[in-house]
């Protein structure tokens, strides 16, 4: 086996684009970097990186790097995750970014957690363990008081200030200041929706990631402490995965924190289904 590693998206796609497309939802992250870094490659705060395990002529798993988000892997043989990790740590070094965190599916992401430790000789832990859902056959529930909205430049600084409390509630890392032109050129896309209750007044919003041509993911979802349990979440979130159905994607995906029963159990309402442990694990 060997690793490889690129800053080029096409060399890196060449290569593991077949790996990437055989587990469509579970790769969903590593496959919407491969498209966001050919249409934008200053999408990030830093260039990406990427990395490929090559076995016998086939790839047998894939990372990538896009500042300020963890380190992305996909499931790889255990033997290399010591390789794959210096490089990573290499790459780090090269752009004077700490690299704190990894993002996977679990036992990847551990399997990298447990290289670091042997490594710095110090302790990993669990940021957030995370469910990946899909959805193909979406299920309306009860409609509350209200309407969607589709969010737009203009709600900038609202929709920034929302993601921030998302950010500190969750756990979920999503990069502080350097969200906010990743948030504007989410609005200036049309990929933010909110629930208004009254008209005016934002009670929901829910995202997605750039759609890709078999699905799209769905995330963040977020609605204030004081306004929830009034089915804002859950109604906002079956009309943005009906959206992006009815425009031609197979399924929709999202991620949940895996210890939040209410979340999970709302998601499940409207027609997804936990597929996959993932975890964001931090070094150190």
């Known amino acids: 086996m060997r690793l490889r590693a690129s800053l080029d998206v096409e060399e890196f796609s060449a290569a593991a684009q077949g790996f990437l497309d055989a587990a469509p939802a579970s790769r969903n992250l590593l496959r919407g970097v491969v ?38 892997v996909s499931t790889f043989p255990a033997e290399l995750a010591g390789e794959l990790l210096a490089a990573a740590e290499e790459r780090a070094r090269a752009i004077g970014r700490p690299l704190g965190h990894v993002f996977g599916p679990r036992a990847a992401a551990e399997c990298l957690a ?41 709600d900038l600084d609202h929709w920034h200030a929302w993601a921030m409390a998302f950010e ?45 041509p078999d699905l799209a993911r769905v995330g963040p979802v977020y609605t204030p402490p004081a306004l929830r349990g009034r089915g804002y979440a859950r109604r906002l979130t079956y009309e943005v995965t009906r959206r992006l159905l009815d425009r031609g994607r197979d399924r929709c995906v999202l991620y949940t924190d895996a210890a939040n029963p209410v979340s999970n159990s709302i998601y499940r309402q409207v027609g997804y289904r936990p597929i996959e442990e993932h975890a964001v694990l931090r070094f150190g």
């Open 35 to 72: 498209a966001v870094a050919r249409r934008d490659p200053g999408a990030w705060a830093a260039p990406p990186g990427f990395w490929w395990i090559e076995d016998g002529g086939a790839v047998a798993g894939c990372a990538a790097w896009t500042p300020p988000f963890p380190l992305l």
């Open 114 to 154: 447990e290289a670091w430790a042997r490594g710095r000789g110090g302790a990993w832990s669990v940021q957030m363990a995370e469910l990946l859902h899909e959805c193909d056959a979406p299920v309306a529930p009860p409609a509350p008081p209200g309407a969607v909205r589709q969010a737009g430049v203009d």
């Open 168 to 212: 500190a509630e969750s756990g979920a890392l999503a990069g502080g200041d350097e969200m906010r032109p990743i948030v504007e050129r989410a609005l200036r896309e049309g990929r933010g929706f909110y629930w208004e209750d009254p008209p005016g007044t934002p009670v929901c919003m829910v995202g997605h990631a750039p759609p890709l």
